[in-house]
């Protein structure tokens, strides 16, 4: 077991709506990665935060957002929804600096309709 | 840019066979090297990473993988496959040392087992 918790598991939004997941990071990790997995594909990383700002984004637009809490725990944020935004999104904590592996989470399967 | 092919979409096996799964990667700096696999519907379970040191890894469930940086590969492996291996597996590089969080991954290999 992981220790990496995310909510909601499932969930179906309308195409313009807004969806907020979360995710709880491993004891002792300080960073949290988040990732969309489309059908058939493997994970793209959307952006990572570390002591609460953002530290690194893939090639995923502006309405995609996120924040990082004191307690590490983070959410994603996606604005103007898309059909194309069906994916898995999975959130992975790791510690900055520790030479280890990124825990992931069972993930959140968003399908917009 | 940091970049990983699996050359194979989809390989089938028999149980009791050996398997090899491939990978090969880009990446401009000393890479982290990981193999997860994934069950349908559900998040990734690391199988095994290679930071530094012998080239040659081994995991959890008897998987192993060899790092050769001359070909840029990363290839698992497993000498006898059990039907409880069926899964997608994916190969992932990251930043070494720091951030393994952010990660480059392939778009994975599907694994059917043939009783």
């Known amino acids: 077991e992981t220790g990496v918790t995310q909510s909601p598991t499932h969930l179906i939004k309308t195409r313009g709506q807004q969806v907020t997941l979360r995710c709880s990071s491993q004891s002792g990790h300080n960073t949290v990665s988040w990732y969309q997995q489309a059908l058939g594909q493997g994970p793209q990383f959307i952006f990572q935060?570390?002591?609460?700002?953002?530290?690194g984004r893939g090639n995923f637009p502006p309405r995609f957002s996120g924040l990082q809490f004191p307690n590490y725990s983070s959410e994603l944020n996606v604005n103007a929804l898309e059909l194309d935004d069906s994916a898995l999104y999975l959130c992975?904590?790791?510690?900055?600096?520790?030479?280890?592996?990124?825990?992931f989470g069972q993930g959140t399967r968003l399908t917009v309709v | 840019a940091q970049s990983v092919t699996q050359p194979d979409i989809h390989i089938t096996v028999s149980e009791g066979a050996s398997l090899e799964l491939r990978c090969n990667y880009s990446y401009g700096a000393t890479p982290y090297l990981f193999w997860y696999v994934q069950s349908p519907g559900q998040g990734l379970q690391l199988l095994l990473k290679?930071?530094?040191?012998?080239?040659l890894v081994q995991g959890i469930k008897g998987f192993e993988a060899e790092f050769k940086r001359s070909q840029s590969s990363f290839n698992l492996r497993k000498p006898s496959v059990h039907w409880s291996d069926a899964a997608e597996y994916f190969c992932?590089?990251?930043?070494?040392?720091?951030?393994?969080?952010?990660?480059?991954f392939g778009d994975g290999t599907t694994l059917t087992v043939k009783p």
């Open positions: 935060y570390y002591r609460e700002e953002e530290n």
């Open positions: 992932a590089v990251g930043r070494f040392p720091t951030n393994a969080g952010k990660s480059t």
């Open positions: 992975a904590s790791s510690l900055w600096g520790g030479n280890t592996e990124a825990f």
């Open positions: 290679y930071f530094s040191g012998d080239t």
